[in-house]
């Protein structure tokens, strides 16, 4: 019996530690175009840029270890699921039991915006090439204000750079997190002197004797020694496609996981999963892990659906942004503590009963939201707001 993982994230890296902690004991193969064996990616904008080193998403040894096959610098360039194969870069075709999809995404390009000076950051590779440039740089321009956009100006200004970042919507965030959300992120950025310039998008740019010139639609320039370009990610859905598997925004799953073609798996940030009763794709860490783990159970004999509620986090400075469950309308958030104060938690409340929260320095809070979605619960708007009453015991009444 052979499963094959393609993929050199942490979902292919959790497929094949559940596979093994569930006494698997076929042949596993892991198949990544990247030089490393599976990494997590949240530090390379974060601590891998300010000195850090790459965090293994699993010890080297464990690998041998475990009977787990690692073909590296390795590129699946066509499945064949009648055959049941995958055809590798270097010409091999790897028979499969099983065929497990976790490819990821990729940055999204920005025409106009490649060469010299110019980062985009998804890999180990990515970071340790803006680690490089960031050492000697003083003006750093960051083109997006999302997650990667927003942790790599913290990064920077953390080594003491000049930071502006363009974003064309009102605030940071806007269209993940809404604009209340924003307004707090875009607070934060501001008071450690980034200048974020909102509803602003960099249109050229120039390359000068020592640096890059930078033209905005609004007709402001900036000057740069190196450009971020975070503008979203794009999920890898090529070779399902092509092997004639479902995708849309994504590589199409079941709540069990499985594509569309028989004894294929697809998860993590490439998966578009069927979640409660809606298809969602999300790009967070935690999610590639735990599907890891519900895809790993359905290959040794249970029929588990994927239930888990989404839970991720972001640093901004000493600020951790977090949030849990999902909000179904992020223009009518129930607001506990104080925006201006970076301390608060934002509640998604349908028919008395919480969708999920979004929270700034408030742990405690997001730890109560999320055992409370697995539990039945009533609690009122009033309730919510009122800092007096503690969470915990009002979602556990
Ligand atoms: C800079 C950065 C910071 C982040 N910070 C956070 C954070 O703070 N919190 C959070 O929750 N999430 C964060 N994330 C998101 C998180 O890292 C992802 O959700 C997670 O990496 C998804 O894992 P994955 O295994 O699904 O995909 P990926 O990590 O993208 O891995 C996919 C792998 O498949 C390989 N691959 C693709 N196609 C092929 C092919 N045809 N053949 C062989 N190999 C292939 C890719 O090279 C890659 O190695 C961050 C991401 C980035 C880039």
């Not at 980062?119 to 003006?139: C, F, I, K, Q, V």
């Not at 950025?189 to 740019?205: L, Q, S």
């Not at 000068?208 to 900036?222: E, K, M, P, Y």
């Not at 009763?277 to 004999?301: K, M, P, S, W, Y």
């Amino acid at each position: 019996m052979r499963y094959v993982l393609v993929g050199g994230g942490v979902a292919a890296a959790a497929t094949a530690a559940a596979l093994r902690r569930r006494g698997f004991d076929g042949e596993i193969v892991l198949v990544s175009d990247e030089p490393e064996a599976p990494y997590e990616r949240p530090p390379l904008s974060k601590d891998v840029l300010t000195g850090g080193d790459i965090v293994p998403a699993r010890k080297p040894e464990w690998y041998a270890g475990n009977g787990v096959e690692l073909r590296l610098s390795t590129r699946a360039t066509a499945v064949d699921v009648a055959a049941r194969s995958v055809r590798l870069a270097d010409g091999d075709d790897l028979r499969y039991d099983a065929l497990v999809l976790a490819t990821g995404m990729r940055p999204r390009g920005l025409p106009g915006f490649d060469g010299d000076r110019i980062h985009y950051l998804r890999t180990a590779a990515d970071a340790r090439a803006l680690r490089a440039e960031l050492t000697g740089a003083e003006r750093v321009v960051v083109l997006g204000a999302g997650f990667v956009g927003c942790e790599v100006a913290a990064s920077a200004i953390g080594l003491g750079k000049q930071v502006t970042i363009f974003e064309p919507e009102a605030t940071p965030l806007a269209r993940v997190l809404g604009v209340k959300i924003g307004a707090a992120v875009l607070d934060i950025h501001r008071a450690r002197g980034v200048e974020v310039r909102t509803g602003e998008y960099a249109v050229t740019c120039t390359r000068t004797g020592d640096g890059l010139v930078l033209d905005s639609n609004l007709g402001h320039r900036a000057e740069a020694d190196l450009v971020l370009v975070g503008v979203g990610a794009l999920p890898n859905v090529e070779l399902a496609d092509e092997a004639g598997i479902a995708t849309g925004n994504g590589i199409l799953v079941d709540e069990y996981g499985r594509t569309s073609a028989p004894d294929v798996w697809a998860l993590g940030d490439v998966a578009a999963q069927q979640h409660h009763g809606r298809r969602v794709r999300v790009e967070h860490h935690d999610n590639a892990l735990r599907q890891g783990q519900t895809i790993a159970a359905n290959l040794t004999g249970e029929e588990k659906p994927h239930t888990d509620p989404h839970w991720f986090w972001s640093d901004h400075y000493e600020h951790k942004l977090q949030s849990v469950g999902h909000a179904s309308d992020l223009d009518d958030l129930v607001l506990r503590g104080s925006v201006e104060e970076g301390s608060f938690s934002a509640f998604s409340l349908t028919d008395g009963r919480l969708d999920g929260v979004i929270s700034l320095g408030r742990p405690g809070d997001v730890l109560a939201v999320r055992r409370a979605l697995h539990t039945p619960h009533a609690v009122t708007v009033d309730e919510l707001r009122d800092e007096s009453l503690p969470l915990k015991q009002l979602l556990s009444r």
